[in-house]
């Protein structure tokens, strides 16, 4: 099994609704935060990847929820990812509570990668290195 990316949160205000639960938009905010996160500091010159020569596509997502979040509960994110392909690759997300353990909710993204003329081209080595580090059990 490979490495898991993790991302921790604390639920404020600002992240629950009308009912005081995490309001759902909010998963797929941390998706993308998380994704960032792990080009920055998990890629091999990601940032420079991202910021000169090529693009991240957000192809699908997906979220499913279990159980929800509540204003101050603490929110561990993991990343993996899985179906390396020669464009693309998923990128899967588990949304836990890190005291308890429980799973709150699962999700996935489906990105292809794009070269300066945004034109889809192979996953980069750097991201398919990366990715490959972080790869999910079949």
């Known amino acids: 099994m490979g490495k898991k990316f993790e991302y921790r ?4 205000i ?3 609704n ?6 759902f938009s909010k ?6 935060v998380v994704r960032s996160l792990w080009v920055k500091e998990a890629v091999a010159e990601g940032p420079e990847e991202m910021l000169h020569r090529g693009y991240l596509i957000t192809k699908s997502a997906h979220c499913d929820f279990i159980k929800d979040f ?11 990812t899985r ?9 899967v997300f588990t949304y836990l509570n890190p005291i308890t353990t429980e799973i709150h909710a699962t ?23 990366a990715a490959n580090e972080y790869l999910a059990e079949k």
Request: charge should be negative.
């Open 9 to 12: 949160m604390i639920v404020t």
């Open 14 to 16: 600002a992240d629950t």
């Open 18 to 23: 009308l009912f005081k639960h995490v309001e």
């Open 27 to 32: 998963f797929f905010d941390l998706q993308g």
């Open 70 to 80: 509540y204003i101050y509960d603490e929110i561990l994110v993991t990343m993996q």
């Open 83 to 91: 179906n390396i392909k020669h464009v693309s690759v998923e990128i």
């Open 107 to 129: 999700g996935y993204q489906k990105i292809v990668f794009a070269d300066n003329q945004k034109k889809i081209c192979r996953i980069p080595a750097n991201f398919r290195e």
